[in-house]
């Protein structure tokens, strides 16, 4: 199972998400690392986890106001990971733009995608090992412009997509980031045994090593992991301990 930390970028600096409540993020405050800047952020982050990707949420493309497209350049000439790179993107340019500069996988977000057409425009142009989709959720229904998607159960929600020929998703649970109450175990599992072969990315709400743990247990593929190594609740030790 990939620990694979997050960085989400605004106003080019990394901010400490929390429960998708965007206009009251500020500058993260790290044990990792004094200060914000993305570069340093991401090269910490990495030295602690070992990581073989790393996510970067550009918080500003996604809602429209403006780009951190240069700190995303920046931190893939740094790295050796993979780059997963969620910048708003819902039309085939932009995600070419997006693998241009760096980026290695980029993440079709369901907040953003406005209807299905778009999505398999995007699958046409760009090859399936270099998306991902998220299934963005808030209380317990999928945030999606698509009307096929908005505000769907989220099993019937990737059914839908499933039949599009997706098989990786991540399951973003939007209300949970930052807040440090848990993992939505109960949805993963019933995600994962509905769709056993697909490829699981959790996010939201892992504090501490037995979520981890928990996750693992289940058959999760992926954890997103950020304010837990933050805060040091998360340990690169407890990682390769995991591993």
Not at 117 to 137: G, N, Y
Not at 172 to 197: C, E, I, N, S
Not at 207 to 235: C, E, M, Q, R, Y
Request: overall charge negative.
């Amino acid at each position: 199972m990939q620990i694979i930390p997050v960085l989400d970028l605004m106003k080019g600096l990394v901010v400490h998400a929390v429960k998708g409540e965007r206009e009251r993020y500020q500058p993260v405050k790290s044990i990792l690392g004094a200060g914000a800047d993305p570069v340093e952020m991401a090269v910490c982050l990495q030295a602690e986890t070992r990581c073989r990707a790393m996510y970067i949420a550009d918080l500003d493309a996604i809602q429209g106001k403006g780009d951190n497209r240069t700190a995303v350049e920046r931190i893939a000439s740094r790295l050796d990971s993979e780059l997963w790179v969620d910048a708003g993107v819902t039309d085939a340019d932009a995600a070419n733009r997006l693998l241009s500069i760096g980026t290695d996988v980029v993440i079709i977000g369901s907040e953003t995608l406005r209807n299905l057409d778009q999505l398999r425009r995007i699958c046409d142009a760009v090859a399936r090992e270099q998306f991902i989709f998220s299934m963005d959720i808030v209380r317990g229904r999928v945030l999606s412009g698509a009307e096929s998607l908005k505000d769907a159960d989220p099993l019937d929600a990737m059914e839908c997509l499933t039949r599009e020929g997706l098989d990786r998703f991540i399951v973003l649970t939007l209300d949970a980031v930052g807040a440090g109450g848990g993992p939505d175990v109960p949805l993963l599992h019933r995600v994962k045994q509905k769709f056993p072969a697909h490829t699981i990315i959790a996010g939201g709400g892992v504090k501490t090593p037995n979520h981890l743990h928990s996750l693992s247990a289940i058959g999760i593929d992926g954890i997103l992991v950020a304010t837990s190594l933050h805060k040091g609740w998360i340990t690169g030790r407890d990682i390769s301990a995991l591993q």
